[in-house]
Every structure is written in C-alpha cells, then in structure tokens.
C-alpha cells in the first residue's frame, strides 16, 4: 500500500472495489459509465493522445467537465480559461484566496488533495481529471477508470512543465503561449525598475507550519519564481533543493537583504515566532532595517500555478521595485 493508500485508511484495492461498485450502480440505474482511460482505436474521433508522467491518455479534444486535484492544477485550469467542475483543497472548509475563489463560483469540492472523494469525482462525470504524481500516483488507478486522468510530474519548481501539459491535455498550447509570453514580459519590467540593485538584492523565504519552519530554497515554486526575477539568493539559501527546517541554531541563515515570510494554516497555530523571540534573530540586518515582510501564503506558498507566480511579482514590484 502507498503513502497515499495508508493515509485515506483503505487499501488501493478497496478503494477501488469501491469504486466498481458505484459504477455499476450507475449503470444499473441507467446513467453513463465514464470512458476508462485506455479507449481503444488509435485517433478516435474526437479525442487525442497525451502522454504524461504515468503513461499516455486519450483526452477528449474539447474536454467541459474536468476535475483538478491539486492547487496548482486549479490555477493552472482558471489561467487557461476553464472553470472545473469539481476541485480539490488541502484541508476541508479551506478559505481560497479570491483569485482562485471567485472563478468556481460553479464547482464543487471533491474532498482534500490528500484524501478526494472518488465518488464525489464520479459523480460529476466528469471528461478530464488534472493531478500530480506526487500527490496521487497511488490512487492513479482508481481515477483513470472514472475518467481520462493526466498526471504531471510533481509540483514545487516544475509548475511550468506541468502548464503547458495540463495546456495540451485540454487543448489550450496557444494559452499557455500567451500566458508564459506575458509573464516574461512582466519579469523584464521588474528587471528594468529594479536597475543595479538586481544583483545587490538577496532574498530570503521562510513559512512557518503550526510544528514546524521551512527555509524554501531555489527547487521551490516560490524560489522559481525568485530566481526568474532575477533576484540572487543568500548564501545558505541558493541551494537546488525544494526546503530545509528552520531551527534556533539555523536563525543566521534567514538573514538577506529582504525577506518574506508567510504561514500556513496560521489558524493551528505557528512556530515562526518562536524563532522571532530568540536573540539571534534581533541581530539580523534584515530584521534591524525593516525589511521583512508578510505575504499571502495561498499565493506563495500553494499558489503553484502562472496566476500565482504573477500574483508574486506583484508583490516584488510593491515590496521591492516601487519600495525603499
């Protein structure tokens, strides 16, 4: 049994019996079983082959009722123009940031990333599951019988391999095109304000967890976004890895020139400001000269797709181009 598989409390394979038992329950009481993923027939009408992380799918080639399971697929459907019909959050009862709130005013939640409800995605019907390997490649087989499921790699550092996949499977390359076109656009505008302190400016990333604090590095979806900005890292933090804990000891390595923090999940509680009490981080350069500041941790921090990373450079432009 998977990670996954131990965490929802039920082995794949009752998962899955589960799950064959609602299918046929549809089809005894008349409704349409969705399609599995392996259609047979090479270019069926209408559809068209995706490969992705964990093989390669037939995709309907207009795809109007897809279910994104991840955050970062959310952003990604929303930048691309399509509203899902079902969508997956990291805790229940999960308050979206208004940018991902005010565009599924018609969704439905399926369920957290790490335990959706197979029978609300069923339910749907739906043409098109969106997910990640890294959250759900465990329960793979359990989606792709209920619709055509594509799997991007991971999340983290890797949001724009998995736009322009999530892009293709719903038949949007030429969004995606323009969506990464103006965010380049926007990265050499910040470049051009920010002029010589470009490469005077180090910045520092740290989340706070109720149990926990995350030093985010360069392999980071915030780092990425850092680093396409053109802004150098501290030392300790230009590493090509996603995070390392935070610690008492660890204090002198938060220190840049500007730092951001953001929490998560503040609502259980956090443990940045227990780091805040101790004398070392008083002696920080970047603490003595004001230049910390919070920022929305759904965008930083689970944002995970072109909305969020524009959502970024917003506050880059605000906190670091037009600030002191």
């Given at each position: 049994?998977?990670?996954?598989g131990?965490?929802?409390?039920?082995?794949?394979?009752?998962?899955?019996l589960?799950?064959?038992?609602?299918?046929l329950?549809?089809a005894?009481?008349?409704?349409?079983?969705?399609?599995?993923?392996?259609?047979?027939?090479?270019?069926?009408?209408g559809?068209?082959?995706?490969?992705?992380?964990?093989?390669?799918?037939?995709?309907?080639?207009?795809?109007?009722?897809?279910v994104?399971?991840?955050?970062?697929?959310?952003?990604?459907?929303l930048?691309?123009?399509?509203?899902?019909?079902?969508?997956?959050?990291?805790?229940a009862?999960?308050?979206l940031?208004?940018?991902?709130?005010?565009?599924?005013?018609?969704?439905?939640?399926?369920?957290?990333?790490?335990?959706?409800?197979?029978?609300?995605?069923?339910a749907?019907?739906?043409?098109?599951?969106?997910t990640?390997?890294?959250?759900?490649e465990?329960?793979?087989?359990q989606l792709?019988?209920?619709a055509?499921t594509?799997?991007?790699e991971?999340v983290?550092?890797e949001?724009?391999?998995?736009?322009?996949?999530h892009?293709?499977?719903?038949?949007?390359?030429a969004?995606a095109?323009?969506?990464?076109?103006r965010?380049e656009?926007?990265?050499?505008?910040?470049k051009r304000?920010?002029?010589?302190?470009?490469?005077?400016?180090?910045?520092?990333?740290?989340r706070?967890?109720?149990?926990?604090?995350?030093?985010?590095m360069?392999?980071?979806?915030?780092?990425?976004?850092?680093?396409?900005?053109g802004l150098?890292?501290?030392?300790?933090?230009?590493?090509?890895?996603?995070?390392?804990?935070?610690?008492?000891e660890?204090?002198?390595?938060?220190?840049?020139?500007?730092?951001f923090?953001?929490?998560?999940n503040?609502?259980?509680?956090?443990?940045?400001?227990?780091?805040?009490?101790h004398?070392?981080?008083?002696?920080?350069?970047?603490?003595?000269?004001?230049?910390v500041y919070?920022?929305?941790?759904?965008v930083?921090?689970?944002?995970?797709?072109?909305?969020a990373?524009?959502?970024?450079?917003?506050?880059l432009f605000?906190?670091?181009?037009?600030?002191?």
């Open positions: 049994m998977g990670v996954l131990r965490r929802f409390g039920l082995s794949c394979g009752a998962r899955a589960g799950v064959l038992v609602v299918l329950t549809l005894a009481c008349g409704g349409a079983a969705p399609a599995a993923t392996g259609q047979s027939g090479e270019g069926a009408a559809q068209r082959a995706v490969g992705h992380a964990l093989g390669e799918t037939r995709v309907p080639a207009n795809p109007q009722r897809v994104v399971l991840d955050m970062g697929e959310l952003d990604m459907a930048a691309l123009g399509v509203e899902p019909v079902g969508y997956a959050t990291y805790t009862g999960e308050e940031a208004p940018y991902l709130r005010d565009g599924i005013a018609g969704s439905t939640w399926v369920g957290t990333v790490q335990q959706p409800n197979l029978e609300a995605i069923l749907l019907k739906p043409d098109l599951i969106l990640n390997k890294l959250r759900h465990a329960i793979y087989d792709s019988p209920i055509p594509v799997v991007a991971t983290r550092g949001w724009k391999n998995s736009l322009r996949l892009a293709e499977a719903l038949g949007r390359t969004e095109d323009r969506i990464m076109a965010y656009q926007r990265l050499e505008e910040f304000a920010m002029g010589p302190r470009l490469a005077e400016t180090e910045v520092s990333l740290v706070s967890f109720p149990d926990h604090v995350r030093i985010y360069k392999d980071s979806f915030m780092g990425t976004v850092i680093a396409d900005a150098p890292r501290p030392p300790a933090q230009d590493k090509r890895v996603f995070m390392e804990q935070a610690s008492e660890r204090i002198p390595d938060l220190g840049g020139d500007v730092m923090t953001m929490y998560w503040r609502a259980q509680g956090e443990q940045l400001s227990k780091l805040k009490n004398p070392l981080w008083s002696r920080l350069d970047v603490v003595r000269q004001g230049r919070e920022v929305d941790d759904r930083w921090g689970t944002g995970l797709g072109p909305l990373a524009n959502l970024i450079l917003d506050d605000k906190y670091l181009a037009e600030g002191r």
